[in-house]
């Protein structure tokens, strides 16, 4: 598709770049620099600079649409916490805040893959060249354990262990709210929330997909800043956000979860301060698996980081928190 456009007399002194983002509705100036980079521009015949002045008068043709390069992870050097690593895998402490890998619309600097190729320099190939090494993946404002895999063998190999579920993942998560039972499954299929796609949800069942998430109860919190469970959870699947839809699901967010509905502050009860956790209490806190090429079984810990800890002791307060145990039910 050609687009033709004259310019005005009116126009003239204006910057090629700053006229042709006003003509193409929905397109961003950075976006017509793509254009004119990828000779998608032509100024009465030819390829023009973005920073061209026009005079009035000219054609400017527009042939399709900006083609943004593929986005490719690079090497970085940024500091990991390596738990576990041998020739076939690694098993990496993941902070809060950092992606996993880059994507659409998404940072292609400060992933832990590109730390990762820092490292080791070669992972395996199955992800793809943004995704290299990479078997599962964790949110972005979730901390704890990852698997990466070291070469092609071992990432077909964790894979199928993750398929087969012979990984048993725990998760350390704090909620809203007491929970009634001690223990408890959630079994509820999980889909893309089709008005709000950044969001997942249980309320769908085109497209939706098994998910089974098992929970303990740690302890339950009442305190000044309300009422609050802490958990250990066990995902039998590894849907897109699950545990955090799964509790939201059953009216139990997860604290600093604001995208499923958790407050962005908690408010003290008769007092005017507040408290922002400023990213999701949620934490995988424990891997156990077979190892690749020993068959010996191995079992990975992470403590709670450190802004979790400060958190839940200030949640807890300085008097001594009442934690109530709750009667076992059926």
């Known amino acids: 598709m050609t687009r033709t456009y004259s310019v005005p007399s009116e126009a003239a002194g204006q910057r090629l770049d700053a006229w042709l983002a006003a003509q193409l509705k929905g397109v961003s100036r950075e976006r017509v620099h793509l254009l004119i980079d990828q000779e998608k521009v ?12 026009l005079r009035g008068g000219e054609t400017v043709e527009v042939v399709g649409d900006p083609v943004p390069p593929p986005l490719k992870a690079f090497a970085e050097d940024i500091p990991l916490c390596v738990v576990y690593e041998d020739d076939a895998f690694s098993v990496i402490d993941k902070p809060a805040g950092m992606m996993v890998h880059a994507g659409a619309g998404a940072t292609e600097s400060g992933t832990l893959v590109n730390a990762l190729l820092h490292r080791y320099r070669t ?9 290299p090494g990479i078997v599962h993946r964790l949110d ?26 012979e990984m048993r993942k725990t998760y350390i998560a704090l909620v809203h709210g007491h929970l009634k039972l001690d223990t408890g499954t959630i079994d ?11 969001r997942m949800t249980t309320r769908r069942e085109s497209g939706a997909r098994a998910a089974v998430s098992h929970y303990t109860v740690v302890r339950r919190i009442t305190s000044q800043w309300g009422k609050f469970t802490l958990l250990s959870v066990r995902i039998e699947t590894g849907r897109t956000h699950q545990i955090r839809v799964h509790l939201a699901s059953i009216g139990h967010p997860v604290v600093g979860d604001t995208l499923y509905g958790a407050p962005a502050r908690l408010q003290r009860e008769g ?17 156990e698996f077979t190892h690749l ?8 810990q992470s403590a709670l980081p450190s802004e979790l800890e400060t958190f839940l002791k200030t949640v807890e307060g300085g008097d001594k928190p009442t934690v109530r145990q709750s009667n076992k039910k059926s």
């Open 42 to 53: 032509r100024l009465d015949g030819k390829s023009p600079r973005a920073s061209h002045r």
């Open 123 to 131: 992972l395996s190939t199955t992800g793809g060249d943004l995704r």
């Open 140 to 165: 972005k404002q979730t901390s704890g354990l990852i698997v990466v895999a070291r070469n092609d063998a071992s990432h077909l190999r964790l894979a199928q262990m993750f398929s087969r579920r």
């Open 188 to 198: 509820a299929p999980i889909a893309r929330d089709l008005i709000r796609r950044t």
């Open 271 to 287: 007092a005017g301060d507040s408290l922002a956790l400023g990213r999701n209490f949620l934490h995988a806190a424990e891997l």
């Open 293 to 300: 090429m020993t068959g010996e079984p191995l079992r990975l």
